[in-house]
């Protein structure tokens, strides 16, 4: 039989990723993109006329469409803003940071546990037979 | 020839979806507008407007969905131009798919008319169409926009046809708990003939009321 070896402690558990950012969509860009929705969709009304045809004399009542629809593009805007809103994508970016912390420290914990152990393996050498000899 | 193609294509998406067994969903609006026409004719330019009514329904199944419109009003002259009114009556079938949650593609003929006592004027053309609808965030709110051009078109006036194209944009509100949606919009649309020696403009600002998906 082998003597018993001391080993090396095994691999460490690969520390988990950061949470990534677009897990929670920052509440800027996407105030931004609705108010950038709603200009260009009035924009557009302002200008198809010149687009679409060279010669129209362009429907005045357009312009009250337009003003509509920048309008809920600037309601969208502030309504994204408004501190409910962000109190509450806060709240959730903290509890996301919170739980990868969480993680991270107890696979650390778990790694400079396994570190520490002393570990023993018993290996069986090869097999020999042992001839007892006869008495005198 | 691309009246062929077109409804080839057509019925492989409706083939697809059929196959997918999704469930069936209808959409209908009524649409009340004031339109502007505007001719010009070798440089004189006469306009008509007024009230035009009509209503548009749909059937989708999967990512793909079967329209018909129809719409009809009576145009009277404004300052300037003929002393005479005219009827404009149109109807369109389409079919439409949307390869993103915002983007929506459609193809399909439109006839239209100009009716006076003396005359009628008559358009068909096939015309394929773009259009981009988004949700405002935080609100119950919708904006689109849609552009479209003819992929061919034919009338019944001595100058031929050299484009016709047209967009429209607007707002969209769906009250939260509503069964019904509100759409506000301005379309436009230009055909020119001729090389330039003619043109016609229809314009609209129109409020639709309808039921089902925008």
Do not use: C
């Not at chain 2, 404004?78 to 193809?107: C, H, K, N, Y």
């Amino acid at each position: 039989m082998a003597p018993p070896e001391s080993t090396p402690p095994p691999e460490d558990i690969p520390l988990p990723e950061p949470p990534p950012p677009p897990d929670i969509k920052p509440e800027f860009v996407e105030a931004v993109r609705s108010l950038a929705e709603g200009l260009a969709a009035a924009v557009a009304v302002v200008v198809l006329p010149s687009i679409v045809s060279h010669d129209a004399a362009g429907f005045k009542g357009r312009f009250a469409i337009a003003a509509a629809i920048g309008g809920a593009g600037i309601v969208s805007f502030f309504a994204q803003r408004s501190a409910p809103a962000v109190d509450a994508i806060a709240g959730a970016n903290a509890a996301a940071r919170a739980a990868a912390r969480r993680r991270l420290e107890q696979v650390q914990q778990q790694n400079a546990q396994s570190a520490a152990e002393v570990r023993l393996i018993v290996r069986a050498g090869p097999a020999t037979s042992v001839e007892l000899g006869g008495g005198p | 020839m691309k009246t062929l193609v077109l409804a080839a294509a057509g019925l492989t998406l409706l083939g697809s979806a059929v196959g997918a067994q999704q469930r069936l969903r209808a959409t209908g609006w009524g649409d009340g507008a004031i339109v502007q026409l505007g001719t010009q004719i070798l440089g004189a330019r006469e306009s008509q407007s007024g009230p035009v009514f009509g209503g548009e329904g749909r059937l989708g199944l999967g990512p793909v969905t079967l329209g018909v419109g129809y719409l009809e009003g009576r145009l009277q002259p404004g300052t300037s131009g003929t002393p005479q009114g005219r009827d404009l009556v149109e109807a369109r079938i389409f079919v439409s798919a949307r390869p993103l949650s915002w983007l929506t593609l459609s193809a399909g003929p439109r006839v239209r008319a100009f009716v006076t006592d003396a005359a009628t004027e008559r358009w068909v053309w096939w015309e394929g169409r773009a259009r981009a609808q988004n949700a405002l965030a935080s609100t119950p709110l919708q904006t689109y926009i849609e552009l479209w051009r003819a992929l061919s078109a034919r009338v019944n006036l001595p100058e031929p046809v050299d484009h016709v194209q047209g967009g429209e944009a607007g707002v969209v509100l769906r009250p939260p708990g509503a069964a019904l949606w509100f759409r506000l919009g301005y379309r436009v649309d230009g055909a020119r003939l001729g090389g330039g020696l003619r043109s016609e403009t229809v314009e609209a600002v129109s409020l639709a009321v309808g039921i089902g998906g925008p």
